[in-house]
């Protein structure tokens, strides 16, 4: 398992930008999928984005290509850049990787968004 820590949330307005930063204490490149995952209060976590170790990258269909995930494999980092913010995509955003087994077994604790309307 790798170490993983979130950085980058913040208050934005709607329509405004974000970037949320994931760094691991350890080596992605071993890492098949990395994803980020977010919860809105009274709702269950939800998947937002994943990149393979060769950077192919999935969406979930309610971003509507508002949101794009990259990964740097050589500084262990996995990024999330969202832009046209809007108030429904607050909550906590957590990153996390798939472990052999293939389930999302390495978390971070999370960072909060909050967009304003």
């Known amino acids: 398992q790798v170490q993983l820590v979130e950085s980058g949330g913040g208050l934005v307005q709607a329509g405004g930008s974000l970037r949320l930063s994931c760094a691991a204490s350890?080596?992605?490149?071993?890492?098949?999928?990395m994803g980020w995952f977010r919860q809105a209060p009274g709702r269950a976590r939800e998947l937002v984005a994943t990149?393979?170790?060769?950077?192919?990258?999935t969406y979930a269909a309610f971003l509507q290509g508002r949101f794009v995930l990259s990964r740097d494999n050589a500084k262990n980092t996995v990024d999330l850049q969202m832009n046209s913010l809007k108030p429904e995509d607050t909550g906590v955003y957590y990153c996390?990787?798939?472990?052999?087994?293939?389930?999302?077994?390495?978390w971070g604790q999370g960072t909060q968004v909050t967009v304003s309307s």
């Open positions: 996390a990787a798939q472990g052999t087994l293939g389930s999302f077994d390495s």
């Open positions: 350890g080596s992605i490149s071993i890492v098949n999928v």
């Open positions: 990149i393979t170790s060769g950077g192919r990258t």
